[in-house]
Nanobody
Framework: QVQLVESGGGLVQPGDSLRLSCAAS????????MGWYRQAPGKQRDMVAIITSGDNANYADAVKGRFSISKDNSKNTVYLQMNSLKPEDTAVYYC?????????????????WGQGTQVTVSS
């Protein structure tokens, strides 16, 4: 089993910065990709940023140039640096890892989600 623990959310003013962290623990054979998603009240959960094991990153148009995703393989952690925050960035942010785990004699691809961390941008 794999557990993801997020941290770093909070209440900030427009224009401020925050850095979210998502640390994984458990038996991971390999990692395909890690990502951040967000869900505002009454809306669907949307992709914010994704980074692959090969360090290729993709961003939602709404955050390009303001957010940056990175990872530290030695710490099994993915980060989301959020700059120039706007009120419309307010949401619960979730990390998601797509990994390969070993179960018995087989290897399986699995998705794991963090518990979510609230980010509120308000003056």
């Amino acid at each position: 089993q794999v557990q993801l623990v997020e941290s770093g959310g909070g209440l900030v003013q427009p224009g401020d910065s925050l850095r979210l962290s998502c640390a994984a623990s458990g038996s991971i054979f390999s990692i395909y990709k890690m990502g951040w998603y967000r869900q505002a009240p009454g809306k669907q959960r949307d992709m914010v940023a994704i980074i692959t094991s090969g360090d290729n990153a993709n961003y939602a148009d709404a955050v390009k140039g303001r957010f940056s995703i990175s990872k530290d393989n030695s710490k099994n952690t993915v980060y989301l640096q959020m700059n120039s925050l706007k009120p419309e960035d307010t949401a619960v942010y979730y990390c998601k890892w797509t990994v390969v785990v070993v179960v018995g004699i087989g290897r399986y691809s699995r998705d794991y989600w963090g518990q979510g961390t609230q980010v509120t941008v308000s003056s």
